[in-house]
């Protein structure tokens, strides 16, 4: 059974920081892209970031060089670093894996506010 299941979300002051992890199951997770999208109430998913399976990250201009991707292998897990985080940053994450079938998590809230 595949499973995606994100963690690391929660409430950050803007400028903060927080560091999101997607641990993956029941598939060969090195063969595959994986990727971050977020999504706030009534407007659509949109990717922030994905990373391919030789490491090589691609960024939305929106976060580019203010958010890292990176994976492990060994771990089945994929993160996302947050730095100077804002209050637009604000919205559900989850993880993607680019398989076939491509598979999603459930999401993970993240909150900047004061």
């Known amino acids: 059974q595949v499973q995606l299941v994100e963690s690391g979300g929660g409430l950050v002051q803007p400028g903060g920081s927080l560091t999101l992890s997607c641990a993956a199951s029941?598939?060969?997770?090195?063969?595959?892209?994986m990727g971050w999208y977020r999504q706030t109430p009534g407007k659509q998913r949109d990717l922030v970031a994905n990373?391919?399976?030789?490491?090589?990250?691609w960024y939305d201009d929106s976060v580019k060089g203010r958010f890292t991707i990176s994976r492990d292998n060994a771990k089945s897990t994929v993160y996302l670093q947050m730095n100077t985080l804002k209050p637009e940053d604000t919205a559900v994450y989850s993880c993607?894996?680019?398989?076939?079938?491509?598979?999603w998590g459930r999401g993970t809230q993240v909150t900047v506010s004061t």
């Open positions: 993607y894996s680019y398989s076939q079938p491509e598979y």
């Open positions: 029941g598939f060969t997770f090195s063969n595959y892209a």
């Open positions: 990373i391919f399976t030789d490491g090589g990250p």
